[in-house]
């Protein structure tokens, strides 16, 4: 799990992730992962929303579960929650960022280890500030990756902030995503052959920073449309910028485009 802890209590109905610790025959004890040293109760009744006898049978020792909290007594320090009120999206988005968590500290603390700094050092100099900032290393990531010049700012050392660059920029590319599609073209008129050459350089000239297209013969009158982005999302703007200029281009080269 990840260094960071949170300090405080969570907010009534957040989803938190928990580690079982103890089993009891009418509840469970557990431990709140990302929170310092705050523990949580579920009774069965909020375990499961079918009937149990033996809570074992739901959990087991040193699993770890998502759960919403329900009822928090600061003065006393309890913290009620249920597991049978969250969903299975809820569930699997806190777990995903739970890993996309754990995957960038470790990511930064491989950077860190290159130059004899410990995770307990980057925390006190710079991740606690980022966190703050940003709300997690993830999202501080997911903002280098619109601005990677955000890491330019670390008071970490020249050699740290090369290093994580370098780390940064393999996850992106291992990252990287490739939509594909198959358009059909048709070139028409005498000089058909010599404006779909044409149409389909221009076609892989348009600019972008982040997405590039690649298009491929694969079989009169079909072509394979290849979309290399850092994600989905940016892969089908880009299309869609690929598909609008595709109507512009066809009138000028003379080329029927279809599905």
């Known amino acids: 799990m990840v260094y960071y802890k949170k300090t405080g209590f969570p907010g009534i109905k957040d989803i938190v992730l928990c580690k079982v610790k ?16 705050k523990e949580g109760m579920i009774h069965i009744s909020e375990l499961s ?8 049978e739901i959990v087991t020792l040193n699993s ?30 806190k777990k995903d960022e739970m890993q996309n968590e754990i995957h960038i500290e470790k990511i930064i603390e491989h950077s860190l280890k290159k130059n004899n ?33 955000i890491l330019n700012d670390l008071v970490l050392g020249k050699k740290v902030i090369e290093h994580m660059k370098e780390s940064f ?3 992106i590319q291992k990252n990287r995503v490739t939509k594909k599609n198959i358009i ?35 079989n009169s009158p079909e ?8 994600s989905y999302k940016k ?7 690929i598909t609008s200029l595709m109507k512009t281009l066809s009138k000028k080269f003379n080329i029927s485009v279809l599905p």
Not at 23 to 32: A, G, K, N, R, T
Not at 223 to 230: H, P, R
């Open 117 to 149: 700094i410990t995770l307990k050092d980057f925390y006190e100099k710079q991740g606690y500030k980022l966190i703050e900032e940003y709300g997690s290393l993830y999202l501080y990531y997911q903002n280098y990756l619109e601005n990677p010049k």
């Open 22 to 37: 103890k089993i009891l025959p009418h509840s469970v004890f557990v431990e709140l992962i990302e929170y310092d040293n």
């Open 235 to 241: 892969a089908d703007i880009f299309f869609e910028k």
């Open 64 to 93: 770890i579960i998502v759960c919403r909290v329900e009822k928090i007594d600061e003065s006393k320090g309890y913290i009620d929650l249920s597991k049978k009120r969250v969903t299975s999206g809820e569930e699997k988005a």
């Open 49 to 56: 929303s079918r009937w149990t006898r033996n809570i074992s």
């Open 169 to 171: 920029e393999s996850l």
């Open 184 to 218: 059909k073209f048709y070139a028409n008129g005498e000089k058909g052959l010599k404006n779909l050459k044409e149409f389909i350089e221009e076609l892989t000239k348009i600019p972008d920073e982040d997405s590039k297209v690649t298009i491929k013969y694969m």
């Open 223 to 230: 072509y394979l449309v290849s979309i290399n982005s850092s």
